[in-house]
């Protein structure tokens, strides 16, 4: 049995619908599924709450859902890369719940392994802490965050194989592996496909992510842009 579909919108038919709550993994433009979020924009489905650590930048990345107005509300750790992000949030027309970086990453954890809250340190004492319970442990004054579980999780991922196992590749790895456990439907987009005739599977040891975690599979060869382009300038030729 293979969870790998021909294409995203193959793999995402049937699971979209308006109102939704969709994890995505990805930092900035690094680890992005991009495949998955351009089926997503086609869909037309409209009303998502997005949990991703930012939100691409204008025209990149999950920028485009919200060119498209699909999405109402945004739980994130930052905004400065997407203008039209930071606009929207700012004329009050998205509603957006900022969540420490650390502490979203620990949120998707638990949510994929069933914890539904914790205690962290992190806020306490800062806007982030309004309406939260606290409780104090050894003296110190902590914040009580719950799980967050999406109904659908978009990954990237270098390798997959047929049975959903995926690897990650260095920064790309980023809040992918949690994004993949924290829903209960989860579908990854891989650069490189293992065949299980020619290529085989994952070695455990090099597995990131466990297939249990995966419902289907598609491979992209859609090209990435880089965020932030940086050089050394060229030096002057020298005289001959």
Do not use: W
């Amino acid at each position: 049995m293979t969870k790998v579909r021909a294409a995203a919108a193959e793999a995402l038919d049937g699971v979209l619908r308006d109102g939704m709550t969709i994890a995505v993994g990805g930092f900035g433009l690094c680890g992005v599924p991009f495949g998955l979020i351009d089926a997503v924009r086609a869909s037309g489905v409209r009303g998502l709450t997005i949990v991703s650590n930012n939100m691409g930048v204008d025209g990149q990345g999950l920028g485009v859902l919200l060119e498209n107005d699909q999405v109402s509300r945004v739980l994130a750790s930052y905004v400065g890369e997407n203008k039209l992000f930071a606009k929207r949030y700012l004329d009050g027309d998205l509603d957006v719940e900022f969540v420490p970086q650390g502490t979203l990453a620990e949120r998707l954890r638990a949510g994929g392994a069933g914890v539904p809250a914790f205690y962290t340190a992190t806020g306490v004492g800062t806007p982030v802490a309004d309406g939260k319970p606290t409780a104090e442990f050894g003296g110190r004054t902590y914040l009580l965050e719950r799980a967050i579980v999406a109904d659908l999780a978009l990954v990237h991922a270098r390798t997959g194989d047929a049975a959903g196992n995926l690897r990650h590749r260095l920064t790309a790895r980023n809040f992918n592996p949690v994004v993949a456990t924290a829903a209960p439907v989860t579908v990854a987009e891989v650069e490189r496909f293992l065949d299980p005739v020619t290529d085989g599977y994952l070695d455990p040891d090099d597995v990131h992510t466990p297939g249990v975690f995966v419902t289907s599979v598609v491979t992209t060869d859609r090209e990435r842009p880089i965020e932030q382009r940086t050089v050394r300038p060229r030096p002057a030729a020298s005289a001959p």
